[in-house]
T-cell receptor
Framework: GAVVSQHPSRVICKSGTSVKIECRSL??????MFWYRQFPKQSLMLMAT?????????EQGVEKDKFLINHASLTLSTLTVTSAHPEDSSFYIC?????????????FGQGTRLTVV | GENVEQHPSTLSVQEGDSAVIKCTYS??????FPWYKQELGKGPQLIID?????GEKKDQRIAVTLNKTAKHFSLHITETQPEDSAVYFC????????????FGTGTRLLVSP
């Protein structure tokens, strides 16, 4: 299946700093990518839909100024957690759908474990 | 909007037994239903999916059934193995365009040797 690569896999940062997470589609072009957040032992909660060349669409309750999304190319979307605080500590996962695949399967990155200290 | 419920939250079986996980959805417009396996510290991995134009799909030990009238779909794993132990998520979305996936709450499957 298609490959979505996410980097870094783990990051520890100090409160007040910003962290950037990258999501790349390695063997297909993704006009749309999705960013999820997952707390321990819970399901995936969609944060925003990233659209290449336009503004991201945020889910209700997600602060767009805190979680900056940039989808500058067809293979790269980035999520920047600005002014991070301990409550932002979580597992962040991106996904992309392969428009050229057998269907519209969504493939997920490996996830990024963010710890804010 | 769509709401997906998943049961059970935990499931323990003996190696070789079958495991069944059930999901219900609310939006009749949903017509794409994937299942994901998530191992600890990793992203979800697609294991099987089904579209509304079929009632059942099978891939080796894994099968998915769909009842559109009742709005529920199920994952069946036969001859379970310890390496099947993981968290399984169902999801639902519209198949047109790039509609977002709505996930169930997850089922933690434990297969004991």
């Amino acid at each position: 299946g298609a490959v979505v690569s996410q980097h870094p896999s783990r990051v520890i940062c100090k409160s007040g700093t910003s962290v950037k997470i990258e999501c790349r589609s390695l063997d297909f072009q993704a006009t749309t990518m999705f960013w999820y957040r997952q707390f321990p032992k819970q399901s995936l909660m969609l944060m925003a839909t990233s659209n290449e060349g336009s503004k991201a669409t945020y889910e209700q309750g997600v602060e767009k100024d805190k979680f900056l999304i940039n989808h500058a190319s067809l293979t790269l979307s980035t999520l920047t957690v600005t002014s991070a605080h301990p409550e932002d500590s979580s597992f962040y996962i991106c996904s992309a759908r392969d428009p050229g695949g057998a269907g519209t399967e969504a493939f997920f990155g490996q996830g990024t474990r963010l710890t804010v200290v | 909007g769509e709401n997906v419920e998943q049961h059970p939250s935990t499931l323990s079986v003996q190696e070789g037994d079958s495991a069944v996980i059930k999901c219900t959805y609310s939006d009749s417009a949903s017509n794409y239903f994937p299942w994901y396996k998530q191992e600890l510290g990793k992203g979800p991995q697609l294991i099987i999916d089904i579209r509304s134009n079929v009632g059942e799909k099978k891939d080796q030990r894994i099968a998915v059934t769909l009842n559109k009238t009742a709005k529920h779909f199920s994952l069946h794993i036969t001859e379970t193995q310890p390496e099947d132990s993981a968290v399984y998520f169902c999801a639902a979305s519209e198949n047109t365009g790039f509609q977002k996936l709505v996930f169930g709450t997850g089922t933690r499957l434990l297969v004991s040797p």
